[in-house]
């Protein structure tokens, strides 16, 4: 029986037999499930995934109507977190780039708590040079505050 090249979370590199990937496949959508407290994935899906990723090839993709959004909230302020210097345009281009994000959104560390006002000077800009860099679409973390800001400018 031969072993399966994949990625742990970690990113680092394992060899699994054929058995234990889909073991894997099927203990983590199980896991997701009960988590998420959504429906399981069904024996054909998890078959599906199984296929996919015992592929022998570098690069693996799915047919349309089969992909899974990937986004992440408050992203700005998770790398940062984990004391990785670098600036909130730097982490949504990670995401983008690295993590594969297909959305991404400039947010505050005051999320929610902060009046806007006092950084809408800054994030105004901020937000006009992410929407140039990126590909995906961004948002804002403050979208329900802006709306109540009539015509908000940068002086």
């Not at 006002?117 to 800009?125: A, M, N, S, V, Y």
């Amino acid at each position: 029986m031969s072993k399966i090249f994949s990625r742990l979370g970690d990113g680092f590199a394992t060899f699994l037999t054929e058995g234990e990937l889909r073991k894997n496949l099927e203990e983590g959508t199980q896991d997701a499930s009960e988590r998420g407290n959504i429906p399981a994935l069904t024996g054909d899906e998890i078959e599906h995934l199984y296929d996919i990723c015992k592929g022998i090839h570098k690069i693996s993709g799915v047919e349309k109507g089969r992909e899974v959004i990937m986004t992440y909230d408050g992203g700005t302020n998770k790398i940062p977190r984990l004391g990785i210097n670098t600036g909130r345009l730097q982490t949504l281009q990670i995401y983008e780039r690295c993590f594969g994000a297909d959305t991404t959104e400039l947010s505050d560390p005051d999320y929610t708590f902060r009046q806007v006002k006092p950084t809408l000077r800054d994030d105004i800009p901020m937000m006009e040079q992410a929407q140039l860099l990126m590909v995906v679409p961004v948002f804002y973390g403050r979208c329900r505050t802006l709306a109540s800001i009539p015509n908000p400018t940068v002086p």
